[in-house]
């Protein structure tokens, strides 16, 4: 049981008004008792009901206590304890990855979108090879930059393209959690910056907090107010839940699993948790497939696992060309779980229909699979299609 003083110390102020109502109520019957104890000698004590017993110190109690009632702030904390948050409330049993994972041994440049883009024998040619980017969405890796007669960069096959488009210069050092057991309730990451409120719904109090991206909160409580589910992340401390990637460990395995290694991609939350020996080991937020380009509901294996891997769609009318895209691991078709050295953000879909992760989350990822492992990707909420006829053979 926690220490009386360090609990009373961080209750809400209206329950301090009740705990120490409570207390001198006591204090008062105790005082009249000593004035009137000559009589009290004389007559024979009456049994007092369960209902006139004392006010339990304010703590947590799981188990009916002997002597006192669990009224108050002792109810209050109890409650909030059996949802898994205590006073002060539990860490995760988690920590972040070695941030050398995030770690790239290319440099990319983003090749303009909207214009075709030749690609030379050498810098400062006006003749081409006849090979060009069509108009598109196109990442190269080069390995020199020239800038005499005008910016170009030298690509890995030995062709060099005028510098139309911008370095890449920030990749994504964000990571998920490894875990050391799991957890007891869910928790997860806001994908934006938000307000944290007194009361679930839009007409609630704030409480002149803001939750910035992935920072990491843990889910004690969900209640729904305005049409939208609500987290509570403390006492008297509410997230709107569309805004969170929220993580529910479920070390069950999916149903037709016939190993104890898996991992699970949820589509309707945008996160991706890994399984080992039946207790979750890992997780982060990721960015799978938009409409059109669904990420397909099932149970895969992973087929194939590539350090680097080029992508590509020659279609004029959905081009793209993607140079060494890191830790990648095939698992349905063309659809693969790998880093997105493009991407910045995650936690709502944006794909062509892979599982896209920081580059730091594939590495993780990609150092702990085995072909063969299984990927369960679910839509709990069902709005997913399911119907093969809508995945195409192409994804990134």
Known sequence: MLHPHAII?????????????????????TMVYAVDGGR?????????????????????????????????????????????????????????????????PYRYFHVSDDEYVPIYGAPCQTGGSGQQFMPGFVYVSYVDRHEECGVYYLLQNGGWIPGKGARVSEISAFQGLTFESTPRNSFGWPFEQIPVLAAPGYGAAGTGEQMYPFQVVQIYATQNADGTDWYMIGPDRWLEGRKVARVTPNSTPPEGATTNRWIDVDLAEQTLGVYDSGRL????????????????????????????ETMRNNDPSDFYYLDNVPWT????????????????????????????????????????????????????????????????????
Not at 59 to 77: E, I, K, Q, R, W
Request: hydrophobic share 40%; charged share 15%; net charge negative.
């Open 281 to 308: 080991v890992f997780a982060t937020v990721i960015a799978t497939g938009v409409e059109p380009f669904w990420t397909r509901p099932g149970l895969f294996p992973i087929a194939e696992k590539k350090a680097a």
């Open 40 to 104: 009290a000698q004389d007559s024979t004590p009456i049994a007092e009901p369960d209902s006139g017993a004392a006010v339990c110190a304010p703590g947590v109690y799981l188990s009916t206590p002997d002597g006192c009632a669990v009224l108050g702030p002792a109810a209050y904390l109890t409650e909030l304890a059996r949802s898994g948050l205590t006073i002060p409330p539990r860490p995760l049993p988690a920590s972040k990855p070695d941030p050398g994972l995030t770690q790239l």
């Open 329 to 396: 691991m095939y698992f349905d078709g063309a659809r693969a779980l790998h880093g997105a050295y493009w991407r910045t953000r995650f936690g709502y879909p944006q794909s062509h229909g892979c599982v896209n992760l920081s580059v730091g989350d594939a590495r993780w990822l990609f150092d702990w699979a085995q072909v063969g492992d299984l990927v369960y990707v679910h839509d709990p909420t069902g709005l997913t299609p399911t119907d093969p006829a809508l995945y195409s053979a192409y994804a990134y």
């Open 9 to 29: 110390r961080s209750l809400p102020a209206v329950m301090k008004l009740h705990y120490f109502s409570a207390l001198s109520l006591g204090i008062l019957l």
